[in-house]
């Protein structure tokens, strides 16, 4: 049965508005970005050369740069993989209780109101290496912290604090999602003699598979393009470069650094790289998604 | 969009009342909390002292909120009378001819009395042309000194080292006494290599630290710098030297009483005041006594005013007066006493101690000592180098590398040398 609507304009005038957005805020930025990784300009725009792929190469000829691809990598799955399973397992936790769910349900989903720039530097204070109360702690069981030398505790600090605000988010999209799932099949399940962690992984899980999916392009944007704030209040990309994200490096390039030719280059390899992961997200995972 | 302009337009007149015929100068600042409170008093006491020009002082954010905020005004052509300027901008700044109005041509220009000999050559030596002709105004300048808490000397039974070979000697009998760590340091692109090079009068880059000209060349990785950095690695793994971040991160080491000396800047004073719950004193910048027997005067951070192009002419006559307003000895005073910054003429800091605050404040005055003391050098009036911004990150990275033992001093600094080598031909070649 086909449908098809005798008006051949009004679907396209409904699209408009958020098209005209989409143009606005999206494509016309982006082009910018485009033309600008062809040029190299100083920070007042008085002179503009065009140096063809001169930005380009120069990235990809710096070890500098690898060495963030591998960075951003690193952070962005371990962001989106502990992001999701510590909201995961908590959602499974709230679901359970009965009394007082509201007070959890509630208390869990504040951190997602704190600006990231405000946690980073909420954990920032907790881990100072000689004031903060977790480092103090993890000094006094032997574990030595001091995450201005030690490029891999400095990798778990932004991790952490990156992750945190973000539990919220995904702790809300799962607690709707098990919610959502019938108790007529859990029962049935434990009738059947399931134990709690079969029927987890082998109706609830799967079940959950839509959100989890949604949630997973979501949580890697986020760390991909969302986190420099976090990076820049904690360590502001150091030691060494050992957190210098690529989205970091295009905030410090372009707006610290005032090289907008090298900004703008990272910017357009960033778009790529994102675009690349969501087909292949789409193409690849989403088979395995359950409708 | 016309209709709302005129509508604010009407009403902003309508509030401003009294200040309808005087001729309104925007100045951009990046000095928030008390600092900010304080511009603002300044500019008040300017637009009382006369009735041509009212002067307003909008805050944008920190240093390098200011500067893009203003460059992205100036593209849009919305930019401000004045804009105050960290000093890794300068370099930006300087190679935007058509985008900037050096302050000794607009004083030329508007007949205003002013003469460069009234300030400190050191202070404003960083923002002079190769002609010795001051391009911005300094507002807020500072430079590292070594703060060092009293009781833990006393308790160790030592004084405040004057050169690296005592920081040593000191720094282990203040181990040996029970103290955790001997010195940190805060900004250590800053203090342990820029500032060490003009303390020792070594070049930190070719063409006179880029003054000359824009094809100029790092030259920190020399054998005085070398040695340093690896004595500082050394001292790293034995306890003498504990690193604590980029910033002033280090400073919370020295507050918590884990680091005896801290190497910070002058303006960091207030903050040590506020946060030391101990007995403190300020001594100059340590230096190699091996390398130096006079020590040069060392070189200054913090922040200038830059004056934009594409104002009027009512608005330049403005900015003048209100330029020589700024460098009169009792705002001078004033604004040193209490933000702890640089006095940035001979006169203020006369003034200041005439007034007896050095003497209330002991300490106070080392850092212009530390810079008056000797006349400054090609390799101490400071640095113009473009993408500054980066060479520090650069910088940053390569010392963390030695700090964690992963690479030799002689390693990292030439790595730095060569890394930072490619930002300034990328400069160099966008300001063609």
């Known amino acids: 049965m086909s449908v098809y609507f005798p008006q051949k304009y009004l679907p396209y005038l409904l699209l408009l508005p958020q098209l005209l957005v989409t143009a606005v805020f999206f494509l016309w930025p982006a082009g910018q970005a485009v033309e600008q990784a062809f040029y190299q300009e100083d920070a007042f725009g008085l002179s503009r050369e065009f140096v063809g792929l001169d930005n380009f190469i120069e990235l990809f000829t710096s070890p500098e740069y690898f060495a963030s691809l591998l960075t951003t990598m690193v952070f962005s799955f371990s962001v989106a993989f502990l992001g999701l399973a510590v909201a995961l397992w908590l959602a499974v936790m709230a679901d359970r209780v009965i009394r007082g769910a509201m007070v959890y349900q509630t208390l869990l989903i504040w951190p997602y109101a704190v600006a990231p720039a405000l946690a980073g530097v909420l954990w920032w204070i907790l881990f100072d290496p000689s004031m903060g109360p977790v480092a103090l702690a993890l000094d006094a069981i032997g574990l030595d912290w001091n995450h201005f030398v030690n490029g891999d505790q400095a990798m778990i600090l932004v991790v952490i604090s990156a992750t945190w605000k973000q539990i919220s988010y995904n702790f809300l999209f799962f607690l709707a999602g098990l919610q959502a799932i019938p108790r007529s099949l859990l029962e049935a399940a434990a009738i059947d003699g399931a134990g709690p962690s079969k029927r987890f992984w082998g109706i609830v899980f799967p079940l959950l598979s839509p959100t989890t999916f949604f949630l997973l392009v979501v949580n890697l944007v986020y760390a991909f393009f969302d986190t420099f704030g976090v990076i820049d209040a904690t360590t502001q990309g150091g030691p060494g470069q050992s957190t210098t994200t690529m989205v970091y490096k295009v905030f410090n390039d372009g707006f610290v650094g005032l090289d907008l030719g090298s900004s703008a280059a990272q910017s357009v390899v960033l778009m790529v790289i994102v675009a690349l992961m969501t087909v292949i997200q789409f193409r690849y995972i989403e088979r395995k998604v359950q409708y | ?432």
Not at chain 2, 24 to 46: L, P, R, S, T, Y
Not at chain 2, 257 to 281: I, L, T
Not at chain 2, 334 to 345: A, E, M, V
Not at chain 2, 352 to 376: E, H, I, L, R, W
């Open chain 2, 1 to 432: 969009m016309r209709k709302l302009a005129l509508v604010s337009m009407v009403a902003g007149l309508a509030a401003s009342g009294s200040a309808l015929s005087a001729t309104q100068i925007e100045w951009w600042h990046a000095m928030g909390g008390a600092n900010g409170e304080k511009v603002d008093e300044i500019a008040a006491a300017f637009n009382a002292s006369q009735d041509a020009y009212q002067v307003k002082p909008v805050f944008k954010g920190n240093y390098t909120e200011t500067m893009t905020s203003a460059i992205a005004a100036f593209r849009a052509k919305q930019q401000p009378a004045i804009v105050q300027v960290f000093e890794v901008g300068t370099a930006s700044m300087m190679a935007a001819e058509g985008a900037v109005y050096p302050v000794y041509k607009l004083m030329a220009d508007t007949k205003q009395p002013f003469n460069q000999e009234d300030y400190l050559s050191a202070v404003t030596g960083y923002y002079t042309d190769k002609d010795g002709n001051m391009l911005s105004m300094p507002f807020n300048s500072s430079t590292p000194v070594l703060y060092y808490n009293k009781e833990l000397f006393a308790k160790a039974g030592v004084t405040a080292p004057k050169t690296w070979q005592e920081v040593e000697t000191v720094s282990q009998k203040l181990l040996d006494s029970g103290v955790k760590c001997g010195f940190t340091t805060s900004w250590q692109s800053w203090v342990q290599l820029e500032n060490f090079s003009a303390r020792h009068n070594l070049p930190f880059a070719s063409q006179a630290n880029g003054f000359a000209g824009m094809d100029t060349e790092l030259k920190f990785n020399g054998p005085a710098q070398v040695a340093h950095i690896e004595k500082m690695s050394e001292w790293q793994q034995n306890g003498i030297f504990s690193y604590g971040g980029r910033r002033s991160d280090s400073a919370s080491k020295f507050y918590s009483q884990e680091c005896a000396m801290h190497m910070e800047s002058s303006a960091g004073y207030a903050g040590v005041k506020r946060n030391a719950q101990f007995d403190f004193g300020v001594s100059e910048l340590p230096y190699d006594s091996n390398v130096i027997k006079t020590p040069q005067n060392t070189i200054i951070g913090g922040a200038s005013l830059w004056v934009l192009q594409g104002k009027s002419q009512a608005e330049y006559q403005g900015v003048a007066s209100f330029l020589s307003f700024l460098s009169r000895a009792d705002v001078q005073a004033d604004w040193h006493q209490f933000s702890g910054y640089l006095p940035i003429t001979t006169a203020a800091y006369e003034l200041t101690k005439q007034q007896g605050f050095y003497d209330a404040n002991p300490g106070t005055d080392v850092a212009v000592k530390q810079m008056t003391s000797v006349a400054p050098t090609e390799n101490s009036k400071g640095l113009r180098l473009g993408n500054a911004v980066q060479i520090r990150d650069i910088i940053n990275e390569e010392l963390e590398a030695v700090w964690s033992g992963k690479k030799t001093a002689q390693v990292a600094l030439d790595a730095a040398v060569e890394r930072g080598n490619v930002q300034l031909r990328k400069f160099e070649k966008a300001n063609q």
